[in-house]
């Protein structure tokens, strides 16, 4: 019998985004249509912007005693309650701030040919199109994603480093060193809201993974029908995203039930807690389910670090934060595990993590 060549995943035709915009404005692929419980409802108005936690990090480096013990409290309850907060005063240059929206952008800008020349093949995560498609029939994001492995060195692909715009991959290093610091120092001040030491991940997690992606979400004719980006949660340690400037709302976050938008504070990053923060809280500290909306006349860009331990990392809760009262509530894998099990799966709310749960019988006697 003649062998059965093993196929490659079938992912059928998928439109880039833009070019669908620019070609037909008010044509919405049937792909791209949400089914009823998928649709994005109108997002709930918060009372006032500062319910999503913002943290002055300026206080917790340079503070008083006082400034870091109220600044600590805040993020540590950012942390616990949301798992999401905006960062203020982050240290990093406004210039390189601006500098990496502007060759983002103009990456995106470029024509399709230009943008083909890095293309993201089905099942992988780094280059141009689009992640986390897996079959025919599944429903597509309104966005089109540019992601690049970053640290450490060999999980770059030299290849998918864009030429143009010419000062892309520059920016893009020191853009990535900076945010780099920045989550090793954030993680030294999660590190100590839960009584650790301030060094305990920086020592656990090895050489860490970092990547970048960006994603670019045209407006859309009728974003009641489709989403930016499907419900999920991050497969990190820590993120951190950045929102173009004069961007539309468009980032939600799943809070008691309900998706609440993050309104953008112009130069500030947001910054969430992943899946691998949560495991390694034994709980305590949770990833959160966020999605991304479409707007009708405003495009959005949003420029997010994902940040994680080394892949040979075995993972499972800290045995300081497993007690009688919180017993463990994960299993141990390593963190290449993780990520193999994350990029080969759809993008579904935070069903990823069901990968890492210990389930328990339930059922009260
Ligand atoms: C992500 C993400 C949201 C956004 O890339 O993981 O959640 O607003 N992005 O682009
Ligand atoms: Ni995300």
Redesign the pocket.
């Known amino acids: 019998m003649a062998p059965v060549p093993s196929s490659p995943i079938k992912v059928g035709h998928i439109d880039d985004v833009q070019e669908l915009r620019k070609a037909k404005p008010t044509t919405i692929p049937e792909r791209f249509v949400r089914d009823m419980n998928e649709r994005p409802t109108l997002a709930i108005a918060l009372p006032s912007l500062s319910d999503i936690p913002i943290i002055n990090f300026s206080r917790l480096v340079n503070g008083s005693k006082d400034d870091y013990q109220t600044e600590s409290l805040q993020l540590a309850r950012a942390c616990k309650e949301w798992g999401f907060f905006q960062v203020i005063n982050h240290g990093i240059n406004l210039s390189l701030i601006e500098s990496i929206e502007e060759v983002a952008k103009n990456f995106f800008m470029l024509p399709l040919e230009e943008k083909q020349k890095y293309p993201m093949a089905p099942g992988t995560v780094q280059g141009y199109g689009q992640a986390f498609v897996f079959s025919e029939d599944q429903k597509l994001d309104w966005c089109n994603m540019f992601a690049l492995g970053i640290e450490p060195p060999y999980i770059r692909n030299p290849k998918l480093w864009p030429i143009k715009p010419t000062k892309f991959g520059e920016t893009v290093d020191v853009y990535s060193r900076e945010v780099r610091k920045l989550c090793q120092n954030l993680l030294k001040y999660i590190a100590m809201t839960l009584g650790l030491k301030a060094d305990i991940f920086e020592e656990m997690f090895g050489v860490a993974v970092q990547a970048i ?1 960006m ?1 670019y979400y045209p407006p859309c004719s009728r974003p009641d029908l489709v989403l ?2 499907s419900p ?1 949660s ?1 497969g990190s340690a820590l ?1 951190v ?1 950045q ?1 173009g400037n004069g961007s539309s709302v ?2 939600q976050i799943l809070k008691d039930n309900k998706w609440v938008p993050v309104q953008p504070i112009p130069n500030a990053l947001v910054i969430n807690i992943g899946d691998t923060l949560e495991v390694l809280t034994n709980g305590k500290y949770k990833s959160v389910e ?1 999605r ?1 909306v479409t707007h009708k006349e405003k495009d959005r860009l ?1 420029i ?1 670090t994902f940040y994680a331990p080394s892949y040979e990392i075995e993972l499972g809760p800290m045995p300081e934060l497993v007690d009688e009262k919180n017993p463990c509530n994960y299993r141990r894998y390593t963190h290449g595990e993780y990520n193999k099990h994350y990029v080969t799966n759809k993008l579904q709310g935070k069903k990823t993590l069901e990968f890492a749960k210990i389930k328990r019988n339930t059922s009260t006697v």
């Open positions: 992606r994603n930016g980006l999920h991050d993120t995203l929102q468009g980032l966020h991304a949003s997010v």
